[in-house]
Structure formats: structure tokens, C-alpha cells
């Protein structure tokens, strides 16, 4: 499967940004879906996840209240809106998919490209 994100750009302090993160196949109940951010020289983070089969989602402490993970089922879409941005949410982020219920990146099996967030005023 080939996941492609799209929607990153320059955006100034306290803006919003949505991130989509498109499966060239169908992406199946059993599948997790995650995005994770990586600054230079720094561990891949996670952000967020959410299970395909149910509403069901997970946050990094640093972007709850603040991010939002979503499904597009019949599109084979994950979304994440981001609100609120902050600097230190510049990052390159990433979606992935994976079998097991984990925000581990080690976990993930197979990674879209990566765009790049940047919040600058």
C-alpha cells in the first residue's frame, strides 16, 4: 500500500492546518492509522492515532485539545486537523499504517512521504 500526505505548509502562531494522508487501497478494519513528526536531528514523535474499525483515538500529551484525528472510511483518508499550532509543532509530519494498537513508530509497516509543517510568524 501506498500512503500519500498532502497539506502542509507556513502557517503563523495560533493557525490551523489540515493534513490528509490518502491509501492507494483500502484500508481494512483491522488497520491502525497514525501520523507521527520528526524534527532534524530528533526521534520520529508520535502525534496521534485512530483505529479504522471504530472511532477510537489516541494523543500525545502535547497536541491533545489541540489535534484532531479523523477517518474518510469510503475515501481510504486520515485526516488531522491541527488548531492552535504552536513553533515547536514545526515538524516534517508523517501517516502510517499498522496491525497493532501502538504509538511506537517501530510498529508501523508501511509511511507516507512526509510534509512539512512550519509555524513562523
Known amino acids: 500500500v501506498q500512503l500519500q500526505a498532502s497539506g502542509g505548509g507556513l502557517v503563523r502562531p495560533g493557525g490551523s492546518l489540515r493534513l490528509s494522508c490518502a491509501a492507494s487501497?483500502?484500508?481494512?478494519?483491522?488497520?491502525?492509522m497514525g501520523w507521527f513528526r520528526q524534527t532534524p536531528g530528533k526521534e520520529r514523535e508520535f502525534v496521534a492515532l485512530?483505529?479504522?474499525?471504530?472511532?477510537?483515538?489516541y494523543y500525545a500529551d502535547s497536541v491533545k485539545e489541540r489535534f484532531t484525528i479523523s477517518r474518510d472510511i469510503p475515501n481510504n483518508t486520515v485526516y488531522l486537523q491541527m488548531n492552535s499550532l504552536k513553533p515547536e509543532d514545526s515538524a516534517v509530519y508523517y501517516c502510517?499504517?499498522?496491525?497493532?494498537?501502538?504509538?511506537?513508530?517501530?510498529?508501523?509497516?508501511?509511511w507516507g512521504q512526509g510534509t512539512l509543517v512550519t509555524v513562523s510568524s
Open positions: 485512530t483505529r479504522w474499525s471504530r472511532s477510537s483515538t
Open positions: 502510517a499504517m499498522t496491525t497493532t494498537y501502538s504509538w511506537s513508530p517501530k510498529e508501523y509497516n508501511y
Open positions: 487501497r483500502r484500508i481494512y478494519s483491522s488497520n491502525i
